[in-house]
């Protein structure tokens, strides 16, 4: 099902469950109820030609919603009690796993039992009662029926089968198991390494493979401008706006109108800054900072997209199919036109703008003594990036200083508060993860000319401390107000993955307490000690990884990774919709509007918003990732026979893995340390050789020479020098 599907014209935004609803799950519960037509349950609920049509749409949506099921023959069913809808995750390898909403454990599905799901599908399961040794002892399930298709087309690079007239495409999604057949006559000319899109006409089966028709040639694979339009296509990300919302764009003004200041609490006699990136062109966060008597009042004012961008409107169509803006590199698809991300609703300097403002007043001590949520008239005074406030705040010699005299003192402060915020955060046991995130420098042809960890600073960590406060503030607020919500929810790690991270750590001399509940402090004490140690980032990024991952909930279950009870994402509706989705219930309820009818509506969408959210969050982190491997690919391919220096990262019983100061990381083959037989001990994440008796422990230091890349593998092959 289209997630915006929510909005069609049949459902209608207020629509009220049909009268014929619960007539229908009492008839399907009755023990004597055998599957019935469309006509036959039209005539045992006596429902008349007039309410025909209601009746049909109702059928449809509940099959839509998977509520009931419509058999082979067109009979509809109630679910049966053993089966569950969720989002199917395949692997590589052909297994995967089915997330249900509301369980906290995935669901193993076997090879044999993935029908002919492809990965994001929607699926409906059945619940085996046994549970699989081969899965970490997860819940079995099979796959019983494709609900709906996330993946209509692929794509990938094109290889001609030698001699023969029919190809493959080998899917650049590597979540995807098996090659593509393209039949004779259906390549569109494509030629060996060209990256095509084809239209899937077959999913396949246990017995054949997918088969699928070329529809476009985007380019060669060793062509740097194919990459990110490449990876794009894979992960079916929109790169251009429909025409109504095109048509829309043309009723929204270039500048705030005077009508719309009324009724707005005025911020424009406040100082006034943004702290962004250099490159930074959608500003949705402005700060004002004043100080009397101990007591700090931090505003955080946030662009008011929903001013603009109304329910249900193309725009907002439009954004909840997108989800997210999309940073690729050195390109980024934005979640809303330019006119608004770029224009009417960014914080640009020294231009009225409309915002939702969050001004909280904080002690000394880091507590939060009021808050108040308005909507809010600001004036940027200045558009200052980190790299400016940072120098300013360590006194560097080439910091502006005398350029930006007068807000010097009011960044002082700032870095004060940031300070107070984060000490009170770690105290009751947040977890802060000082990983280097990998920066990419590419010339005017797209091709990368230097890869190495894009750096923090104080001005960075400060605007990450505020925008955390208001989060926090504004989902209590509205925890406690018992309206429907979207929140940030972060579960606790599975006593799996805790003692699996145990056993990494006992490794390394450092004890994790793993009995009874765990708490973020255990994780807090551990990165405390490997501060400072040459396998820091490695055990870092291994910790992160045993944590649950994040995603959007309408129930508060609150942030493990922060440790906190509530928390939302409201800092940014720029360029993500779970930001603009709360943004507008918020305004909703400071102007009395959150009638009975409004919260059945938002009862009814939210789940399925914020599920969707999160799978569009998962699309935008993939593929962020997937053009950086190719960009390190491309990059590396200008270095064969070079000889680095690493750290070993990781092992798999065919490859060590090792990792270089750039952040790039490539792998040595097993197979290739031909002067001797390793086995890997997975217990003690290490590698041991037969002959030489050599251990290859994880955070070694080596030295590695490259020795191949392959773009359409996704591989950086080394060998140890």
């Known amino acids: 099902m289209n997630i915006c599907d929510i909005y069609n014209e049949d459902e209608g935004l207020s629509a009220e469950k049909s009268k014929y609803e619960d007539e229908i799950f009492a008839l399907m519960e009755d023990k004597s109820y055998t599957p019935l037509k469309y006509k036959e349950l039209c005539e045992s609920l006596g429902v008349p030609e007039e309410d025909k049509k209601e009746f049909f749409d109702l059928l449809i949506r509940l099959e839509r919603e998977v509520r009931l099921i419509k058999t082979k023959n067109n009979k509809y069913m109630p679910l049966p009690k053993n089966m569950l809808v969720g989002t199917f995750m395949s692997t590589r390898k052909g297994f995967g796993f089915v997330r249900v909403d509301g369980y906290e454990d995935d669901f193993f599905v076997s090879i044999r039992d993935t029908l002919d799901a492809f990965d994001g599908d929607r699926v409906l399961i059945s619940v085996k009662n046994t549970k699989s040794h081969s899965s970490s002892h997860k819940s079995e399930a099979r796959i019983e029926r494709i609900v709906s298709r996330l993946t209509t087309s692929i794509m990938g690079v094109y290889e001609k089968a030698p001699g023969k007239k029919y190809g493959f495409v080998i899917p650049r999604n590597r979540k995807i198991s098996s090659d593509i057949y393209i039949p004779a006559g259906e390549s569109a000319g494509a030629v060996d390494g060209n990256i095509v899109i084809a239209d899937i006409t077959s999913y396949g089966d246990s017995r054949k493979s997918p088969t699928a028709t070329v529809t476009e040639i985007i380019g060669h694979i060793d062509d740097p401008s194919s990459d990110i339009l490449q990876v794009v296509r894979a992960f079916g990300i929109p790169d251009e706006f429909p025409e109504d919302v095109e048509q829309q764009l043309e009723t929204i003004p270039e500048e705030v109108d005077e009508a719309d200041k009324v009724g707005r609490e005025d911020f424009r006699g406040l100082l006034t800054v943004t702290i962004d990136g250099e490159d930074a062109k959608d500003l949705d966060d402005a700060i004002t900072l004043e100080y009397k008597d101990g007591i700090y009042t931090l505003g955080v004012h946030i662009a008011d997209v929903s001013h603009y961008v109304k329910e249900a409107s193309p725009l907002d169509k439009e954004a909840l199919r997108r989800g997210t803006s999309n940073y690729l590199v050195d390109s980024v698809i934005p979640m809303l036109p330019h006119k608004l991300s770029n224009g009417i609703c960014s914080l640009n300097h020294d231009t009225d703008r409309l915002t939702l403002s969050c001004v909280m007043d904080i002690d000394k001590d880091g507590r939060l003594l009021s808050h108040r949520i308005v909507e809010g008239l600001i004036n940027v005074n200045e558009r200052m990036n980190y790299t400016d406030v940072a120098a300013i705040l360590e006194n560097s010699p080439d910091a502006p200083v005398e350029r930006y005299k007068y ?26 993860f000082d990983l280097a995130e990998t920066k990419i420098i590419v010339d005017e042809n797209h091709k990368p000319v230097d890869i190495k960890p894009y750096e923090r600073n104080c001005a960075t960590g400060i605007i990450e401390d505020f925008m955390l406060m208001a989060n926090e503030t504004v989902a209590e607020e509205f925890f406690w107000s018992n ?10 790690p599975t006593e799996e993955k805790v003692e699996s991270l145990r056993m990494f750590l006992k490794n390394f001399g450092i004890y994790f307490r793993t009995k009874g509940e765990i708490h973020p402090k255990e994780y807090q004490r551990a990165l405390r000690e490997i501060k400072g140690e040459p396998y820091e980032a490695l055990v870092s990024r291994l910790i992160l990884r045993s944590m649950q991952q994040a995603r959007y909930s309408t129930i508060c279950s609150g942030h493990f990774g922060l440790a906190c009870k509530y928390y939302c994402h409201f800092t940014s509706p720029i360029r993500r919709y779970p930001d603009l989705q709360i943004h507008r219930i918020i305004k909703e309820h400071l102007h009395g509007e959150l009638t009975d009818k409004r919260i059945s509506h938002y009862d009814r969408i939210l789940p399925r918003v ?42 798999t019983a065919q490859t060590v893995f090792v990792e270089l100061p750039s952040t790039i990381e490539g792998g040595v083959r097993v197979d290739s340390m031909y002067d001797d037989f390793y086995t890997y001990n997975e217990e003690k994440y290490e590698m041991t050789g037969r002959n030489y008796h050599r251990v290859l422990k994880l955070g070694d230091s080596c030295r590695v020479k490259l020795v191949s890349t392959d773009k359409t593998e996704g591989l950086i092959e080394f060998e140890f020098v």
């Open 483 to 492: 309206v429907p919500f979207e929140y940030r929810v972060h579960e606790a």
């Open 407 to 432: 807000l010097v003192p009011m960044f002082v402060r700032m870095q004060e508060l940031s300070g107070i915020i984060r000490a009170a955060r770690e105290k009751r046991g947040s977890v802060d």
């Open 610 to 651: 914020a599920e969707d959210n999160s799978r569009k969050e998962r699309r935008s982190v993939d593929a962020e990732r997937e053009v950086v491997k190719l960009k390190e690919i491309e990059y590396m391919s200008e270095h064969i026979g070079e000889i680095f220096d690493g750290i070993i990262s990781g092992f």
